[in-house]
């Protein structure tokens, strides 16, 4: 009796297991008759003769065997058939080659039945949650989601969503000034749901362009119904981003509707990203218009384009150049990223200058590249605009010795020895 109840709790787990995954009843059913009927034929060898009817609503279960009608001298196989005069007991009127229905006791098949009976039932539990797992989520790859930290390892968080379903959010998809504890809420975009060995991990992303064009959607009602469209988006994930939006109606400004008035929609966004500065600009399919625009707040004088290899060699000002480049190169990555063509920056000659500036790296036989970078990202990438820059401020803002910072002026100032003239320090 003990072993019935054992059996019956199984149905009741079933009830449990259906509350808190999801999983349909029918499914549930199916499962378990499929379970009863794998452990049957792995004692008996054939599931064939047997009917296994699960009864949801009583909370039980019945096995029934059918099993042939031979005369008693000719039984070979007493599992698929039943003597005449073993079936006249349960029927008189039974002959030979009928078919006799008796109902059987799993519970007298052995507790290594029930054993069985549990362990396929695990397994099969087991695939349905992957199986329910991975349905959910592949149709939702690239929503927003908000889950709760359960626990913070090295190399990522496991987060778990409303259901206590297991969700991922690696460093690498992390802001770099993201900061969690266990218990706090984390919204992230899911990025994809990789699927090994039916073993489904939900993979989330903070730093993924999605994300950002996600929470716009959420606070920019133009984007979300159609009338603003997001064509682009750059990130250098809790720097700075920068998005091109088209509208499709004159009478929107997409930029303005973006930022909202006084940046109240924007904001929320760069709150939500930790202050990762956002530029908004106007998309155009000129893609001379488009670099331009890019650069800002860098205004371009000229841009020269070769559309094969997608290349720009942008001409501005001197005093446009630092801002073309912007912060450790921020700003011109940002726009090559956006505008997909790699962009060289030019300081354009003034009236009257006859020799061309020479690019930072064009000296990289001559000067250590380690030099150049910490150069570049004080914004000067050529060498006339290293030359027009402080001694001091070169020394004490790219952290270099005095030493390093005159030999590099020494080869820079040699390449224009005709027309600058020697003055030591600036």
Known sequence: MAKKAEIVSLIDTFSDFKETKNIDRTTLIRVLEESFRSVIAKMFGTEDIYDVVVNPDKGDFEIWRNREVVRDEDITNPNMQITLS????????????EE????????????????NLRQTLAAKILELEKDSLYNKYIDRVGTIISAEVYQIWKKEILLLDEENNELLLPKNEQIPSDFYRKGETVRAVIARVDNQNNNPKIILSRTSPVFLQRLLENEVP????????????????GERAKIAVESYDDRIDPVGACVGVKGSRIHGIVRELHGENIDVINYTSNIELFIKRALSPAKVASVELDSELRKAEVYLKPEEVSLAIGKQGMNIKLASMLTEYTIDVFRELEEGEGVEDIMLDEFKDEIDEWI????????????????????????????????????LLRVLRSEFEDELPDNGEK
Request: without cysteine; proline residues 2%; charged residues 40%.
């Open 100 to 115: 006799v229905s008796d109902e059987i006791q799993f519970e007298k098949f052995g507790r290594r039945a029930i054993l």
């Open 372 to 407: 150049i970078d910490a150069i570049k990202q004080l914004g000067y990438d050529t060498a006339k605009s290293v030359l027009d820059a402080p001694r001091e401020m070169l020394i004490e803002k790219a952290d270099l010795e005095e030493d390093t910072v005159d030999e």
């Open 222 to 237: 133009e984007i979300a119904d159609g009338l603003i469209t997001v064509k682009r988006i750059a990130r250098i994930p």
């Open 86 to 97: 073993e079936a006249r007991k349960i029927d008189e009127s039974y002959e030979v080659g």
